[in-house]
């Protein structure tokens, strides 16, 4: 069990939703970049202890976001505050762990002696220093790796160390920028149960990814960002019973691609072609018969089919019909 070095007083469980004041703030923020406004009166609260989930495509405004929030770009109005200060104050943003996209690291130092490195940089006393990398190892599992130098490690064993590197100087909101990009699925679960274990010791996690799965599964809410806004927000499976109620997502996976007249024919029935050809999906009725006559319907066709199968819709789902893309028959 990981047990944390942070002040005992905070209930890890709280979030805003619990009556408890939020770790981290925003409240009517606007930011643009000259004449663009990518930000316009957005409002988010993380709680203690729980991981929201930021979601969007590319462009929507999650950079901008994050670096407001960490101080590094003057918005238009609003107000941002973390632990119950406003981030104009050094004291505020000194709670914050940033851990970026890119791996930040000196690559021919250990993972030990980066962690000492940044911790003395952060001004921590070379005392406190080893106190905070003790916890920081534990935390993100460092411990079999912590000798061996930056550049021989793995890239998820890398995420491992820069998030370490966020913990040193206790924060109390842990900002993550797509920290499993470029990992395997092994890297990727481990990762997630080092985030879960943080969440666990207090610590308010901002996860911005564009793993809607990785969101789904690790996320006690998310927000969408659109429009300069965070809509829809709310816990996952609240929102997806929203939008889809009753409905399931139908999945064709064949063995090679169809026809021309084929694929005219799918797309006028408003299924989706992925990328590479071989799968086409669509929203419709939940109900057995008609997952039933569906099914009959597309093994009448030319259709090369590998696999016809019905799931429960996710949150890909729920960004698809975002994008415009959802239908039902």
Not at 40 to 63: H, R
Not at 124 to 138: G, N, P, Q, Y
Request: hydrophobic residues 40%; charged residues 25%.
């Amino acid at each position: 069990m990981l047990v944390s070095n942070r002040p005992k007083d905070r209930d890890s469980a709280a979030s805003p939703a619990d009556g408890m004041p939020p770790v981290l703030a925003v409240r009517q923020l606007s930011v643009g970049y000259g004449a663009k406004q990518i930000l316009a009166g957005l409002d988010l609260a993380v709680g203690a202890g729980e991981i929201f989930g930021l979601l969007g495509p590319n462009g929507a405004g999650k950079t901008t976001l994050i670096r407001a929030i960490c101080g590094r770009l003057r918005s238009i109005s609003g107000q941002i505050t973390i632990d119950g200060r406003d981030s104009v104050e050094r004291r505020a943003l000194r709670r914050i762990g940033l851990v970026p996209q890119e791996i930040a690291l000196f690559p021919h130092l250990t993972a030990r002696e980066n962690l000492m490195t940044f911790g003395r940089l952060s001004g921590l006393s070379r005392r406190r220093t080893v106190e905070a990398l003790d916890f920081a190892m534990r935390a993100t599992r460092l411990e079999p790796r912590a000798d061996e130098p930056v550049h021989s490690l793995s890239g998820g064993w890398k995420r491992r160390v820069n998030i370490a590197a966020a913990l040193l100087h206790d924060p109390a909101l842990l900002i993550l920028d797509e920290p499993t990009v470029g990992v395997d699925i092994d890297a990727r679960n481990t990762l997630h149960d080092v985030i879960r274990d943080l969440s666990h010791t207090g610590i308010a996690v901002l996860l911005a990814t564009h793993d809607l799965d990785q969101a789904q599964t690790l996320c006690a809410r998310v927000g969408f960002l659109r429009g300069g806004r965070l809509m829809p927000c709310g816990r996952p499976a609240s929102l997806l019973r929203e939008a889809f109620g009753r409905r399931r997502e139908l999945l064709v996976d064949l063995l090679e691609p169809a026809s021309s007249p084929t694929r005219e024919m799918l797309k006028k029935l408003r299924f989706a072609e992925q990328p590479t050809g071989m799968e086409w999906s669509r929203m419709v009725d939940g109900s057995p018969e008609r997952q039933a006559e569906l099914t009959r319907a597309l093994q009448q066709t030319d259709l090369s089919i590998k696999e016809i199968r019905f799931r429960e819709p996710g949150l890909d789902s729920l960004f698809l019909r975002l994008g415009g893309g959802d239908a039902v028959l």
